[in-house]
């Protein structure tokens, strides 16, 4: 994967030393309004496209009622979110020597009445999820529209993070951590830094 110049408003000093401390950062106004606006209509314009999202074994709607998309490098627009999100796993690696190799990503789609139950990406290590992201590109978000995060930290300490509008959450994959009922549409690019590769 290419790496690209990460976007200005991205605090790299910050974010490094939010992960160290916290397990967890937080990134508000990512992207130029240009370039959200673009993610935005890739984003709407394939919803005909997402499935059922599965859970390892096959679909529990019991636990997460999302629906996804895979992104592959045709999908432009939101490839350059993957490659900054790259640049920024070589960054983490020179800080933490993750060995961040790869990224892999989809959209989901959580439409009012959906949600994602209590869970971890990487439960003990069992995969090579290092850093879980989440961007949220809905146009607008109340905070009384549910869909948050809830996150507990690598201090144990829980926070509710609401799916703000352009805002990246980034988190380590092995922390504890659940999407609340939407009551409105919930749009986003969930993506990993892994440590293993799909590719190499
Ligand atoms: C996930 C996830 C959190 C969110 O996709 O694994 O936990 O805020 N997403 O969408
Ligand atoms: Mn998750």
Known sequence: MEAVLLPKSWNVDQILDDLDQHGFAII???YSDDYVHQLIEECTSNL???REAAIQNGVISKIRSDHILWLNPELVISHHHVQALYSLGQELNRAFYLGIRDVEAHFACY???EFYALHRDNPQGKNGRMI????????DWQNDWGGELHLQDKNDIWHVLHPKPNRIALFQSDLLHEVLEAKHQRLSITGWLRSDSTIL
């Open 28 to 30: 508000d106004d990512a």
């Open 48 to 50: 005909n496209l997402f």
């Open 111 to 113: 439409n009012a009445g």
């Open 132 to 139: 879980s992201t989440v961007y949220y590109l809905h146009e």
